[in-house]
């Protein structure tokens, strides 16, 4: 158990702190906690982690939100299309004719009293309509301003089409209503007030692509997906052989202890203090990166507010380390290289199929097929070629166990349909069908996943022209101000130097990092 370094900043700190525990996961700790802070900002985020059942997608998002606090966060396992609402309910409320609304029990409480005041039937009567009036146009409030919405098991697709406006950040007050069948059979109505929006995080082991037609769920979340390694897997084993072997106390002084985890909430509850206060933040990149973007599709828009919101709450949880504006009475913190760099590489380009799959189709499908394939002569030249069910036995005596009915309905299927593998039916046993690697894949594996952006394109030109369109007059008729992370006032000359510094360490890490999983990779090769 280490101490957290003096300079280390509260994000990494919590990376290295929840690493003790999550092994291999350290981009998915940053874009759960980066998610998880969200909920504090206008525009909180929605993160779905999918990936297949036993793979710790539950254990990643619970241990990182204990961090938080839990009067903020709900958990759900399943949940009716209507659970959101009756969860949050957390008063009645009566419109009070100029599109504002009172608590209900302050707005009836004159009317009661007036009637128990009264000794006039007539006047008793009007009264006892008012608070009739009142109590039938009474909707139920549910709040999600800064909620944590946890989803740790698979959802109906009904519930996402209940939600879908709460998750599109559509309108930040709606209106509905529901209606409910109660234990005697009477049907009873309930009208809501839906206020605000949580940031939601959803664990599923299901694949619900296919019958997303539209894209209404890929569009409105942010999918990541587990690391899937042998590494990682050792790494877990290795943990819950100390963790089933010495006794909590010993545990909490070899691996994780209470006192660092109350110290990392006091300095996460501080944090979320700080954005409350003030969530927006200077991106002199931002303009650059939307040049960069594919304009192909609708969706790209969406896809670019979930980039800019963890750009944005990257930089928000690096405050004390940023350079910063004064502006109108308020400071905004700006964006450097690493928080675009950082955003950048949690932010990728949604597939249309699980990324484990993909990675099954590298690690497992296409090696077999290549090194046992039965070969067959074509136009062009000799294919290879297994059968379900050689595929399956291949890989059993690999130590990789799967039955051929799962391996064609879950892997092949897939794989077949989204061109990673081609099906034919063999000619020499036409009961039975055999499966060949698709061209694009003869000679590489397939990309698991890709970033929206090729951040490596971005120059110093794009801070320029922010700089000139936005900063320099306003700061050389006084209108703002510009500080360095030390606090000394500089110029916006300056800013742009400062900030090209910043990027040629971060690009210099970046091939550094780059170079040293390559060297990696290169000795588990061996």
């Known amino acids: 158990m280490e101490d957290s370094e003096p300079s280390m900043t509260l994000l990494k700190e919590i990376i290295r702190l929840c690493s003790m525990e999550i092994k291999e996961e350290e981009n998915n700790i940053q874009q759960i906690i980066l998610t998880l802070l969200s909920a504090w900002t206008k525009n909180p985020q929605n993160t779905r982690i999918l990936a297949p059942s036993g793979e710790g997608k539950t254990y990643l998002v619970t241990k990182l939100a204990r961090l938080f606090p839990q009067e903020n966060i709900i958990m759900l396992a399943k949940a009716t299309p209507q659970s959101f609402k009756y969860a949050l309910i957390s008063k009645r409320v009566v419109e009070n004719g100029s599109g504002n609304w009172q608590d209900y029990d302050i707005a009836i409480k004159p009317l009661e009293e007036d009637l128990a005041k009264s000794k006039d039937k007539e006047k008793q009567q009007e009264i006892k309509e008012q608070i009739k009036e009142l109590r039938e146009s009474a909707c139920s409030l549910v709040d999600f301003t800064n909620k944590i919405i946890i989803l740790v098991d698979s959802q109906s697709f009904e519930l996402f089409e209940s939600i879908k406006t709460t998750l599109s950040h559509d309108q930040?007050?709606?209106?509905?209503?529901?209606?409910?069948?109660?234990?005697?059979?009477?049907?009873?109505?309930?009208?809501?007030?839906?206020?605000g929006f949580p940031a939601v995080i959803y664990c599923s082991a299901k694949d619900e692509q296919k019958r997303d037609e539209t894209n209404e769920i890929n569009t409105r979340f942010n999918t990541v997906s587990l690391n899937a390694s042998s590494k990682k897997y050792r790494e877990m084993l290795k943990l819950?052989?100390?963790?089933?072997?010495?006794?909590?106390?010993?545990?909490?002084?070899?691996?994780?202890?209470?006192?660092?985890?109350?110290?990392?909430?006091t300095k996460i509850?501080?944090?979320?203090?700080?954005i409350k206060n003030n969530d927006e933040i200077f991106n002199l990149y931002g303009i650059g990166i939307s040049n960069l973007l594919k304009d192909d599709a609708g969706f790209r828009t969406r896809q670019f507010k979930i980039l800019n919101n963890n750009i944005k709450v990257h930089t928000l949880a690096n405050i004390e380390h940023r350079p910063k504006i004064?502006?109108?009475?308020?400071?905004?913190?700006?964006?450097?290289?690493?928080?675009?760099?950082?955003?950048?590489?949690?932010?990728?380009?949604?597939?249309?199929?699980?990324?484990?799959?993909?990675?099954?189709?590298?690690?497992?499908?296409?090696?077999?097929?290549?090194?046992?394939?039965?070969?067959?002569?074509s136009v062009n030249g000799d294919i290879l070629y297994l059968t379900a069910s050689e595929i399956s036995d291949?890989?059993?005596?690999?130590?990789?166990?799967?039955?051929?009915?799962?391996?064609?309905?879950?892997?092949?299927?897939?794989?077949?349909?989204?061109?990673?593998?081609?099906?034919?039916?063999?000619?020499?046993?036409?009961?039975?069908?055999?499966?060949?690697?698709?061209?694009?894949?003869?000679?590489?594996?397939?990309?698991?996943?890709?970033?929206?952006?090729?951040t490596s394109l971005l120059d110093v030109s794009c801070i320029e022209l922010f700089v000139k369109k936005y900063l320099e007059q306003r700061f050389n008729q006084k209108q703002l101000e510009i500080i360095n992370e030390k606090g000394d006032k500089i110029t916006p000359k300056q800013l742009i130097d400062t900030l090209n510094e910043i990027d040629a360490k971060v690009i210099k890490n970046r091939h550094k990092m780059t170079n040293n999983e390559a060297s990696k990779s290169n000795e588990e090769a061996k």
Do not use: W
Request: hydrophobic residues 35%.
């Open 326 to 377: 004064l502006f109108s009475g308020q400071i905004f913190p700006i964006s450097t290289r690493e928080d675009i760099e950082e955003a950048c590489s949690l932010s990728k380009e949604q597939k249309e199929i699980q990324s484990y799959k993909i990675k099954y189709f590298n690690d497992y499908i296409r090696s077999v097929i290549l090194e046992y394939g039965n070969k067959k002569p």
């Open 240 to 265: 819950e052989a100390i963790r089933s072997s010495i006794p909590n106390v010993m545990y909490n002084e070899e691996i994780i202890s209470e006192k660092q985890i109350e110290q990392i909430k």
């Open 394 to 454: 291949i890989l059993s005596q690999k130590d990789i166990n799967i039955d051929r009915q799962r391996l064609q309905e879950t892997i092949l299927k897939p794989l077949v349909e989204h061109g990673f593998l081609e099906k034919y039916q063999d000619p020499d046993n036409r009961s039975r069908d055999i499966y060949i690697i698709a061209d694009a894949f003869l000679s590489k594996q397939a990309s698991v996943e890709s970033t929206l952006i090729d």
């Open 269 to 274: 509850r501080i944090l979320i203090e700080e």
């Open 172 to 195: 930040h007050e709606i209106q509905s209503f529901s209606v409910n069948k109660s234990k005697s059979g009477t049907i009873l109505g309930q009208k809501f007030v839906i206020r």
